[in-house]
């Protein structure tokens, strides 16, 4: 089984820039699609970026367009990261932010629900202030 811990979040003024990683360790391989959502109070979970490690492909939600970059290692020694880069963050960015994992089993289509992932990390909070 893969478990995920995500860190990174805090609280930063709009404008500035913050990271979030998030480690797999486990029975990990390069056979997973990795991605980051986002749930604000009163909202419904959100995708913000994903990563496809079989072939290091990147997908943004339109929120983290042009903002946000996802990045990651292949899985080596069971253990891999997946980075995200958020840069001018704004007050609307303010959520709690997951990490999610799910076994790629080939095709090129890239879920973006969250109901296709299975795999949750705990969540960190990102609060923007303007």
């Known amino acids: 089984q893969v478990q995920l811990v995500e860190s990174g979040g805090g609280l930063v003024q709009a404008g500035g820039s913050l990271r979030l990683s998030c480690i797999a360790s486990g029975r990990t391989s390069s056979s997973y699609d990795m991605g980051w959502f986002r749930q604000a109070p009163g909202k419904e979970r959100e995708f913000v970026a994903g990563?496809?490690?079989?072939?290091?492909?990147?997908?943004?939600?339109d929120s983290a367009k042009g903002r946000f970059t996802i990045s990651g290692d292949n899985a080596k020694n069971s253990v891999f990261s997946v980075i995200l880069q958020m840069n001018n963050l704004k007050p609307e960015d303010t959520a709690v932010y997951y990490c999610?994992?799910?076994?790629?089993?080939?095709?090129?289509?890239?879920?973006?629900?969250?109901?296709?992932?299975?795999?949750w990390g705990q969540g960190t909070q990102v609060t923007v202030s303007s």
């Open positions: 990563m496809r490690l079989y072939d290091g492909d990147t997908y943004y939600g």
């Open positions: 999610a994992a799910k076994r790629y089993l080939g095709g090129g289509y890239f879920y973006t629900g969250g109901a296709d992932y299975k795999l």
